[in-house]
């Protein structure tokens, strides 16, 4: 009986699994394309993997670290293949290309013949293929060609395709720089993102806008456009109930009518009402829903369950027809329309997600990570400059390592400064891992580049450096630390001082080392003495280099240097000269003359500083600057500086607090002296300088140059105290009579500088509540005001945030420590020490900003060419020597031919040797039309002297990004139309093709041209 019964149920049990799996089994039809006449609803299954942010790179690929964040990105990859094949009409997009790469590199042969197959299918789309989703505010726009270039050569190298589609989805506001430059030189068809402003997007949503035609450059004009789509929703996820990751709580389509729950009736009309108030807002009855958000598709089945039954249900129904899509499909629907659409110039800056929230803190959030990552670039470029030169050595050292960590940090959570503490670290330990590589590169090829003859390189090289490096171990140069240059050389010994030069125009320049010695001298390659000049150390800067070189390195040095030395260098272009230093008296340095004005009893009269055509007048009663004359150019002008902070909101009023994304001023406040501020000059024959401790926390050193027109101030800011209670925003304002009326201008990620009006935007009427943080513009290069006579400009080092609040002002943001966090994700308070074991400090950071007056017209020129030196400073290398003179025979060198020099309004961007021995090649030209009288017109490289010493074989001109040759981008690229004639713009020129025998590159206004060289 048991027996019985038991087979029986065995029976029963089998029957129904049967019956049910033959009832039940469903083929969802997901195979209906576009249906004309009909709201199609183009489903782009997506997920958004941020290479970096809570969780570190690495952390989140491997899905370490969960009690952060659940988020693993190997689990995406590996989940999304079977599920592509599961159906071929599911697709799916994947932007990373610093995640894809740490897949890639795992999988087998067989699973990359798969891959490969979806990929060639159309299944899996690579968007964007950037090695990461690039800010656009606080980025460089070397740095963000370099890490689109590193992510698009791969995937043209592994999968022969080019990325037709930029996917800014994230980035908190967006750039003209990223239209034109990295949208259309790239070749992208179109460009998609989803936050700019509140109003602005209500605006847009009313009038049908959100797609545009965007032109982001005014040189550029319509030869560089790009089809642009903000999403409707101003996120980039679903619309609300249709999110499907496993642990959603979206209502799933439940479709099995013996169970409970069944909802497909409601799903599919929840469907059609959600798509059609996006159709509202909408041009075409085509529009795009983002299926995903942030590390989402871990499990990417249930995704594509839901979505298989969405499109199934909806299309059964009938009234919007649902596909599976990508952004590429969604723009050829767009372009087949054959409309036209609105035009869109200018940018998307600043971005607001709500009143009172605008997100302008993070132009200049963690300022050290920023002026890091900017010293790093221009390092890099150098780097390279110098791999070439010497060859690139296939068993390494090579700069690889550095471009992966400068591409991954240009992420939207990286150089903004929003991710967690511990993320910041790790960006930088990348970063400082790539330097050290790098730094054995840059000291090999100098070393290999002074000996007699570069075909000794490649067996000398290695020997050469270990023997004698020219050690360029100083990155922490900047506080004076720099144990190379320590030598002492009262007994005899000598320090060579290699200075490199990475620009392709001569440059006289001061430079300046940290010595021990008081008598020493310069001599240059010759062996002439040269004039050189001493400033003592001065006490405060001693201590932050002890306790600074301490936290960073474990150790700091026994000897102090007690001068900085600082002779003219003066070096050709693409190479170096070089200086010995020695000790004697003879010739010896000048020493600096210094004089203390304490204000004790009024002064009358006032401390003139500068020896040159530039002074600076300070006031003799208070140490103030008040007057700023240049007998050369005649501007005899009143200027003042100062520091204020902003106190940051806290939680009280709205939740929305001053944090690491968000600029939340609660008053600004100027920094009053603690006491009257003595004021310290140091004369000399070079330069003059003025040192003020401004209060116990900001030290500044004015520095006027006797053959420059500029002022350089150098600042030490921190650690801000907060034992108030009180977090606090630090900005330097300067302030002059020029009566610019509201109109201030900054650069676009260092490039094309825009106009800006305080309180107004271009594109809707701005309700103003917010008259500081709703008027800081993102500045990379600099910033400027004009009236009809004159114009005040100032030059930065890194990103940071700015404006003219004022009329006759600019302020600059230079540090932030704050105390709440602003409800952005980050879920920490901005608040960045520094320790020594269990002692911790704020952190002081230290940088320079540069001003310049000049008449009205004459400060592109400067702003230009002196912009480009800042981003490539000069090099220094050293090796301390024994002999009598300099035991190396090349004391001087220049790649280009002795009698060249490239045109003043062109720089060289990219120089790079490829794995396969061409040559990466970039020239920018760095004037915008209409902006200098003499140089925003045709430029001309004479490519065969640039490269003297080598024969040309051929030259292809290739898409900015170097994956597809420029004429088959030009062919393939989507030509748009603009609403309303256009007949009345002005003709947009473009060098000419490059002539295979004369070998010279034309240049027009803000033109960048990238090619691929192949020598013999
Ligand atoms: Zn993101």
Redesign the pocket.
Known sequence: MASFRGLRLVFTVCCVCVLAAEAKYMVYNTSGGIVPGKLNVHLVPHS?D?VG?LKTIDQYYVGSNNSIQVACVQNVLDSLIPALLADKNRKFIFAEQAFFQRWWRDQSEGMKITVKMLVNSGQLEFINGGMC?HDEATTHYIDMIDQTTLGHRFLKEDFNVTPRVGWQI?PFGHSAVQAYLLGAEVGFDSLFFARIDYQDRAKRSSDKTLEVIWQGSKSRGSSSQIFTGAFYAGNYEPPTGFYYEFDSDSPVVQDDMDLFDYNVQERVSDFVAAAISQANVTRSNHIMWTMGT?FNYQYAHTWFRNMDKLIHYVNQDGRVNALYSTPSIYTDTKYDLYESWPLKTEDYFPYADRENSYWTGYFTSRPALKGYVRTMSGYYLVARQLEFFSGRKELGPTTDSLADALAIVQH??AVTGTEQQHVANDYAKRLSIGYKESEEVVATALGCMTQASTSECKSLATKFMQANAPELSCPLMNISYCPATEVDLSRGKKLAVLVYNPLGWKRTEIVRIPVVNENVNVRDAAGQLILSQLIPIVNASIANTKFYASAYLGKSSNVSPKYWLAFTAVVPPLGFSSYVISSDKLGASVLSKQLLYTFEWSQSSPIEIGSGSLKLVHSGINGKLMHYINSRSMVNISLEQSYSYFTGYDRSADYQASGAYVFRPNGSFPVLSEEKVPLTVFRGPLFDEVHQMINSWIYQITRVYKEMEHVEFEFEVGPIPIDDGFGKEIVTRIKSKIGNNKIFYTDSNGRDFLERIRDHRTDWDLQVNQPIAGNYYPINLGAYIKDENSELSVLVDRSVGGSSIDDGELEIMLHRRLLYDDSRGVAEALNETVCIEKKCLGLTIQGKYYVRIDPLGEGSKWRRSFGQEIYSPFILAFSEQDDEWTNFPTHTFSAVDPSYSLPNNVAIITLQELENGNVLFRLAHLFEVGEDKDLSVMATVDLKRVFANKKINKVKEMSLSANQERDEMEKKRLSWKVEGSNTNERKVLRGGPVDPVKLAVELSPMEIRTFIIEFN
């Open positions: 958004h941020d942010w989703m994230d942030d939207h959570d």
